[in-house]
């Protein structure tokens, strides 16, 4: 099949692109759109709406020139109702919409109603919109890259820059640092951008730079617990790409318990959940005293998700969906 991936930036590693290299692995024909790109006029306010209005009218022309059968669109906030029925009138494609976040603050109604399948990790999203009429909404969670996301071994010298008892992998944002100064007494290491500039002279001092690839691997690796605390408006009851990147990992992760996580990961033996603050003390407390089983518990996160979490995994489920719909696609 003919697929065009719209997505906010062609750079190896991101969201999209690994979509693209995984259909394309799988024999289809496919090729990206870049919808953002990393230039000041779009991220200029006074630029930015005739920016995207060039955009639109290019990736139209894409959709004319290529004939896809499937477009998907990678979250796509500039990708507006107006244009998918216009190319729908042109070109027998579906669209389809994989959002990585909760669309109820993100995306109109409208535009969401546009696509021919909806996929949302966030199944409270899902319900919301069910309730007011749309009917093109699907349930994908977030997965792993086995290519991307693996076991490491540290040398000494790794162990000893990335290591900790505690690792928390992320940008500071304000509830992430209130989060963090609640747990000021335990042996925690924080990466991310945004911390060495922390008012808190007690955060900065456990503060270290973002990391990205092989090095993000190396902090999970040289970690006894890896905390995942989800964002309270983007995750309601979903569960982030953190959560399946760190099982991949073969990290033991310490994660607030969303709803959905129950269905995706096993508590006590594939992750270590809590409610509350006064759990997630207890939980390190425990764990940190017995490193075996945590790492026990990362092995087993890593086995369940490669068996179930994995890109090749939701494309299989978005290509089955398709096809229950709208019959199967040449």
């Known amino acids: 099949m003919r697929w065009l991936v719209v997505l906010p930036f062609e750079r190896p590693g991101l969201?999209?692109?690994?979509?693209?290299?995984?259909?394309?692995?799988?024999?289809?024909?496919?090729?990206t759109f870049e919808y953002r790109k990393n230039n000041p006029l779009y991220k200029n306010r006074g630029t930015k709406g005739a920016?995207?209005?060039?955009?639109?009218?290019?990736?139209?022309?894409?959709?004319l020139a290529?004939?896809?059968?499937?477009?998907?669109?990678?979250?796509?906030?500039p990708?507006?109702?107006?244009?998918?029925?216009?190319?729908?009138?042109?070109?027998?494609?579906?669209?389809?919409n994989f959002f990585p976040d909760n669309p109820l603050w993100m995306m109109p109604f409208e535009t969401i109603e546009a696509y021919d399948l909806f996929f949302t990790k966030e199944r409270y999203?899902?319900?919301?919109?069910?309730?007011?009429?749309?009917?093109?909404?699907?349930?994908?969670?977030m997965y792993c890259v086995p290519s991307a996301h693996y076991p490491v071994t540290p040398t000494p010298d790794e162990a000893e820059r990335y290591g900790a008892p505690i690792s928390f992998v992320g940008n500071r944002y304000p509830y992430r640092e209130r989060f963090v100064k609640a747990l000021r007494d335990y042996p925690l290491k924080l990466w991310g951008s945004g911390w060495t500039a922390a008012e808190d002279p007690r955060v900065r001092a456990i503060a270290g730079p973002a990391v990205f690839g092989h090095d993000k691997l190396l902090v999970y690796a040289a970690s006894t617990l890896s905390l995942n605390h989800h964002h309270p408006m983007n995750d309601i009851v979903g569960v982030n790409t953190r959560t399946f990147e760190?099982?991949?990992?073969?990290?033991?992760?310490?994660?607030?318990l969303k709803d959905d996580l129950l269905d995706l990961f096993k508590p006590?033996?594939?992750?270590?959940?809590?409610r509350d603050l006064g759990e997630l003390r207890r939980q390190l407390d425990v764990h940190l005293e017995h490193p075996d089983e945590a790492r026990a518990i990362g092995d087993n996160a890593r086995r369940r998700a490669l068996a179930e979490h994995t890109l090749r995994h939701r494309i299989e489920a978005m290509l089955a969906m398709v096809e229950e719909r709208f019959g199967k696609r040449t």
């Open 15 to 31: 969201m999209g692109m690994d979509f693209a290299e995984e259909l394309s692995g799988l024999g289809h024909d496919v090729r």
């Open 51 to 63: 920016y995207q209005a060039l955009l639109i009218r290019s990736l139209e022309r894409a959709c």
């Open 66 to 77: 290529w004939r896809p059968n499937l477009v998907l669109v990678i979250k796509g906030g």
């Open 79 to 96: 990708i507006t109702a107006a244009l998918i029925a216009r190319v729908k009138r042109k070109v027998e494609a579906l669209f389809l």
């Open 125 to 141: 999203a899902m319900r919301s919109l069910e309730q007011v009429g749309l009917r093109n909404l699907a349930y994908l969670p």
């Open 246 to 256: 760190l099982a991949a990992a073969g990290a033991c992760q310490v994660v607030d």
């Open 268 to 274: 006590g033996e594939e992750i270590v959940g809590y």
